[in-house]
């Protein structure tokens, strides 16, 4: 594992020497992949990595979590309120989309079926990435994303939100190799453990949304349609499928 640590490492040195950009900006949500994101890039660039907390209607724990984070590996922190934004933006949507259509009546809300709770909770890690960037343009830094290959794989991030990255640092990993891989890093147990979460709302998790286990998803990956259920392969198929278009450049007409 030190030899991946490392590889992963020096990759992001040729990342910012290719980018001639002086550090990386990650976003500390207190789960198990912004953890191990956050350190390699301080490995990479000591001194020059901001993490950012971003509370936004999540979980209390979770801003605790990731100041468990920074305190363990000394990094500094900066913390933003987006709230107040959040909030002003999605009273503007709301009358938006009453004008395109009056049936809308105020707009989305999150308990108003499951569309509507992923369009709104969508907006918070765009809001989130647009002062990840903001950092990141201001100091010269690179945006670190936290996606891993098994959320890669099935397209569960937000496009133009997490997704919108400079550097995957830890992309190639399925979510096994991920949680391996922070043991090596010392990063904290209960950070290890914990359930993932995207933080798209209160009480939300990854497993619960997407409908299978990591450790589902991750047999398909090794052993393929073989691996799990003949229900199960045609879903993360289907998904794979309808996701391409987060995991390529917008298309054009070929003219």
């Known amino acids: 594992m030190k030899a991946n640590v490392n590889g992963i490492v020096e990759w992001l040195r040729q990342r910012l020497t290719a980018a001639s950009a002086r550090g990386f900006v990650v976003g500390l949500s207190g789960g198990l992949d912004s953890a191990v994101v956050a350190r390699l890039c301080q490995l990479a660039a000591p001194g020059q990595v901001s993490a950012a907390i971003m509370p936004l209607k999540s979980d209390p724990r979770d801003e605790a979590d990731a100041i468990q984070v920074a305190d363990q ?72 994303g936290t996606g891993n290959r098994s959320e890669l794989t099935i397209g569960y991030f937000t496009k133009h939100g997490d997704g919108g990255v400079d550097v995957l640092p830890i992309g190639h990993l399925m979510k096994a190799e991920v949680r391996t891989l922070a043991a090596s890093l010392d ?69």
């Open 73 to 144: 590996f000394d990094l500094p922190v900066v913390r933003i309120d987006l709230e107040p934004a959040h909030d002003a933006l999605i009273e503007a949507l709301r009358d938006a989309l009453t004008q395109i259509d009056p049936k809308q009546g105020t707009g989305p809300r999150p308990d108003d079926g499951d569309a509507s709770r992923v369009a709104l909770g969508n907006v918070r890690p765009r809001l989130r990435m647009t002062a990840l960037y903001f950092i990141a343009n201001s100091l010269n830094y690179l945006v670190a």
């Open 187 to 255: 990063v904290p147990k209960s950070i290890i453990d914990k359930p993932a979460s995207a933080g798209l709302w209160l009480g939300q998790t990854d497993e619960a949304e997407i409908g299978f286990r990591y450790s589902e998803l991750e047999a398909y990956m090794i052993l393929g349609p073989e691996g799990v259920s003949p229900a199960l392969a045609l879903r993360i198929e289907r998904m794979i499928r309808s996701t391409e278009h987060k995991r390529v450049l917008p298309p054009t007409p070929e003219l």
